[in-house]
């Protein structure tokens, strides 16, 4: 999708004799007019929502609500939040898990332990542990294993009484500390603002409780309460992050000059935004480079690109 996207700007700044757009600049513009549209999709949302509550919408193929949600729940993450010390904890970032947030959705907390321990050996995709009693400790299909020692986590999809069968790989040495969490306990978190944690605490009758827990929210850390909150794995939360960057990428110069597109480099990335957004994309690229054009040109352009090569196939 980028280097058509590419292909296109590049063929309209020619057209208008603007110049010439380098691979630098086009993934900067790119960058920014994914995020535009990004984010244009909530304000969207927001309007059918309302059409939809004053039924000025339709349902099924026309239900353009849900298109959107459809739309918003690529970028949905449910990841445990990186634990910081006692009951404080990193918000979704680049450096915890991957990726920064743009909306915090729910937050969800685990506290009832079903077993704990160490892993005694390394199976791909398996915790195991000679000593462990896994199948009369409680444990169910779904439940969550936290490797504490590297800080990683899998759902458990199979049990045997000295191992359980995971959805991903994440004892990789011995000894490495583990804790199985119950899924089915899990509780809902309300966030409150800061002054009204302090008002909350100050009664025993008020205070969270790990029935109905709270948290705050400041800056990059999230504080969970009650403090028995306090672990890696505990906190879950699910969240909408931003789109990664796109960047389109090459590796060598053809014989007319230009760079030749490598989706193979280790630093390609495609727009993570739908297929139907590509003309919105065009138009915000040009924007940015300082070109006025309207979408018909663009529809125009793209059926004349495919009736040449219908012509020349």
Known sequence: MINEIRNTVLAIINKNNNGYMTPEEFNLFAEQAQLEVFESYFFDLNKWIIKKNQRASNSGYADIT???EEV???FSETKPLKHKAGNLFFTPSLATTQDDWFTLNRLTAYETLLTSGANTGVVVDNLVDAGATFTTDGISIGDIVVNITTEKYAYVIDIAATSLTLTDDIFLATPENYK?????????IERVSQGKIIKLNAS???SPTSSYPAYT???????????????YGELFCQYVRYPAKPNWTYNAIGPDGDPVFDNTNIDYRDFELPLDDSIELI?????????????????????NQQQQQMIQG
Do not use: H, M, W
């Open 217 to 231: 929210l400041q800056e990059d850390l999230v504080s969970a309460y009650p403090l028995s909150i306090n672990s």
């Open 72 to 74: 918003i729940d690529i």
């Open 283 to 303: 138009i915000k690229i040009c924007s940015y480079a300082g070109i006025s054009i309207r979408e018909p040109e663009i529809v125009q352009f793209e059926q």
């Open 180 to 188: 199985v969490l119950k899924a089915a306990d899990a509780r809902d």
């Open 204 to 206: 025993n009758l008020t």
């Open 66 to 68: 849900q298109q959107y």
